[in-house]
């Protein structure tokens, strides 16, 4: 594919081919035409004559060989087009011309993607390119951008050395073959749609295909394609769904949560009555035929006496194209579950109201910003608000907390931990009185993880609160009285008891004294009654002194409570180190430093009785506004969580006195131990200073 020729040229090289042989012959007998006899000159003359006839033959077949090509190429409807390596426009046939309404040496040197795709480069998808780059035949669909879809391939063009001459794009418009499938496949969208349709027509057409057997074969195959993508798609769901004919008979199911009709029984088309409800004739009254009736659609609740689960029915009619019921579809769901379930979630409801309404603590629901959106009837009593109406028109953030307890604290407690536990704090109600809440509550989250609302409860522990009141305010003047009874009997012990046994004592030294000449013996025994005397003189000093210290008053408490350290070290053999810190200038309620003494004596009695202690640590620091009283010993520790749960059988009530002093001190107190490992109390109370002006009242001194 060259392009035309000139008919002319032949001619000429036709001569020049002649000339070439002639000298040719003449080389080849050594002579020069001017050497060669006329008889030689007239045959060698002859003989290129018949050449150049041959010649101007082969050229004139050669000709029409090339205008055949060229012709059929030009007859062809695809795109013919011949490039060179660099993809330049070496040819192209008359389709490929007329494509683009330009002449065939227009197109000559031009670049494809130039001409047909308006690019200044080739396509990414090129098949010209990529069979140029891969050896290989290469072909693509595409569009262009005057909406044309195309076909075109690649080819390599060789010589008969194999060497690459150029490359060949063939090219089919098949804008119409798209189209078509287009169309096709749009069709056959709309003819999914009209199944259902398609199904009443060949049911009508079935009666006039009958003579025409060939014809009602294809139909019947297009109905069992059908029928299997109808089939394919009833098992798709997941609720049973059947098509039945106006016998009463099952034209198609997916049999779904059916599992008790076996499958024989689901063999040809059965009549539904048998097969879902064993029964030998239609039901009375049967929805399937009140449907084929009256054309609408019918929808119902049925119990299956086989096995017992409820189900929705739904039943559609289908028309033909006159208006004909010509079928029903049912579509029919176990609703046992979820009815079971509603009745047990209106059950829960029913409890909910019951316990809601009827509860003696309060139930809310609240925005954040303070909105009351539900609270029960005692929530409302207990505010003393007459109905919801009223309290709803309070703003929690404005109203009902009392200053002391702020609702932002409130929120950001709650919304970062999601949740408040037995909160105690103060409401205000609508007479403006103040009540003690305990609130329990929860921060209610929607899919992203926002608060919508907070639910919760609260109860009023007012009552609650007064008694533990008075229940600390009798404790502690328990605990006074204690105090003063001991002062008296201390009091008593050393005054009275200890002064007529140390009287006694005295008259037995002097009896002692006068029989030791005489009465020896009587000496003897006089002597070991003033012993013993004397050892119950001490017993009831040390009882008078450990009931109440006698230096508490005079010398304060750290010094007593040092003194009491060297007592105790001094009568168990267990080195007890006493540190205090910031007391100096502070001026203790007598409670305050009594209670600090107790504290510190049943600990150092507890670690005498239980610890098997070697070595002892007293702190007492004052850090206002608190007093912190640390004992600690390396003893044989213990299970402090075990302790704890065998305290209520055990009767030991060190520890536990402690504990309560200190809780009716409110104070803290933190005990940690291990075994093997000793013990370490902490004791955390307030600081309670003597009132200025005031003197100490020690009840009955």
């Known amino acids: 594919m060259t392009g035309e020729k000139d008919p002319g040229s032949g001619k000429t090289a036709a001569a020049q081919t002649l000339r070439k042989q002639a000298e040719a012959k003449v080389a080849a007998g050594n002579k020069s035409f001017t050497d060669m006899s006329a008889s030689e000159m007239s045959n060698l003359i002859q003989e290129l004559r018949i050449h150049q006839v041959e010649l101007e033959i082969q050229n004139e077949e050669l000709r029409k060989n090339e205008q055949e090509k060229i012709a059929i190429l030009d007859s062809l409807v695809e795109l013919v087009v011949y490039q060179d390596r660099e993809m330049k426009i070496l040819w192209a046939n008359r389709a490929a011309c007329e494509s683009v309404r330009m002449k065939r040496e227009d ?8 001409v047909w795709a308006d690019r200044k480069s080739p396509c990414e998808d090129c098949p010209v390119r990529k069979a140029h780059d891969t ?114 008979r099952v034209r198609m199911s ?22 879902f409800v064993n029964r030998k004739k239609p039901c ?74 009827n509860a003696p603590i309060g139930f809310y629901r609240t925005t954040p910003d303070g909105r009351i959106l539900d609270a029960n009837p005692a929530l409302i009593q207990m505010l003393g608000y007459s109905c919801f109406e009223e309290l709803a028109a309070v703003n929690l953030e404005t109203h009902a907390y009392h200053p002391q307890y702020s609702r932002h604290q409130f ?77 008296i009997i201390s009091r008593e012990l050393h005054d009275t008891v200890a002064q007529e046994l140390s009287a006694a004592k005295m ?22 009654a003033v012993g013993t005397l004397q050892k119950s003189i001490l017993g009831v000093r040390n009882m008078a002194y450990d009931l109440r210290p006698p230096g508490l008053e005079k010398l304060g408490l750290v010094e007593t409570v040092y003194r009491f350290c060297e007592d105790f070290t001094q009568m168990w053999g267990v080195p007890v180190d006493f540190q205090s810190a910031g007391l100096k200038n502070l001026n203790l309620d007598y409670g305050n430093q009594i209670n600090l003494y107790r504290l510190v004596q049943e600990g150092l009695t507890n670690i005498r009785k239980h610890a098997a202690a070697s070595r ?62 000793g013990t370490k109390v902490s004791i955390k109370l ?11 009242n020690h009840l009955n001194r």
């Open 135 to 248: 050896k290989q035949p290469q072909q693509v669909e595409k569009m262009t951008p005057d909406g044309r879809w195309w076909y075109i391939q690649g080819h390599q063009v060789r010589d008969h050395n194999g060497h690459v001459m150029g490359t060949t794009e063939i090219t089919l418009d098949i804008t119409d073959r798209k189209r078509t499938e287009e169309a096709l496949c749009k069709a056959k969208d709309e003819l999914e749609i009209k199944v259902e349709e398609r199904i009443a027509e060949l049911v009508e057409t079935n009666e006039k295909l009958r003579q025409e057997i060939e014809e009602r074969k294809r139909v019947e195959k297009d109905l069992h394609e059908t029928k299997s993508l109808l089939s394919n798609t009833f098992n798709a769901l997941q609720d049973l769904v059947l098509v039945i004919d106006k016998d009463l």
């Open 616 to 677: 002892v640590t007293v702190k007492l620091t004052a850090a206002f506004p608190n007093i912190v009283l640390r004992i600690e010993d390396n003893g044989r520790g213990f299970d402090v969580q075990k302790r704890a749960a065998a305290a209520g059988q055990e009767k030991r009530m060190g520890l536990r006195s402690m504990q309560e002093r200190v809780k009716l001190l409110n104070g803290q107190m933190k005990l940690q131990s291990k075994p093997g490992r």
């Open 507 to 528: 008259e037995f030294d002097l009896i002692y004294n006068e029989l030791l000449n005489n009465c020896p013996l009587e000496a003897q025994r006089i002597k070991g």
């Open 254 to 275: 997916n049999w779904k949560d059916h599992d008790y009709i076996s499958e024989k029984d689901r063999q040809g088309y059965p009549y539904c009555y048998e097969v």
């Open 686 to 696: 307030p600081i309670v200073e003597k009132k200025s002006g005031a003197q100490e």
């Open 284 to 357: 009375s009254p049967c929805h399937a035929m009140e449907v084929f009736a009256t054309g609408e659609i019918k929808q119902l609740e049925s119990t299956n006496p086989i096995d017992g689960k409820i189900r929705d029915i739904r039943v559609f009619p289908m028309f033909d194209d006159k208006g004909n019921v010509v079928a029903v579809i049912e579509h029919i769901r176990d609703i046992t579950e979820r009815l079971r379930m509603q009745e047990a979630l209106q059950e829960s409801e029913r409890r909910f109201k019951s316990i809601f309404e």
């Open 411 to 487: 929120r950001e407690r709650i919304e970062r931990d999601g949740v408040i536990k037995g909160m105690e704090l103060l409401w205000r109600k609508l007479d403006d009185t103040l009540v003690y809440m305990r609130e329990n509550a929860i921060a209610v989250r929607d899919e992203n993880g926002t608060v919508v609302c907070y639910e919760g409860t609260i109860e009023d522990i007012t009552d609650q609160k007064q008694t533990a009141v008075q229940i600390q305010t009798l404790t502690h003047q328990l605990m006074q009285a204690q105090e003063s009874e001991r002062q």
């Open 107 to 114: 197109l000559l040197g031009q670049y494809c993607h130039e």
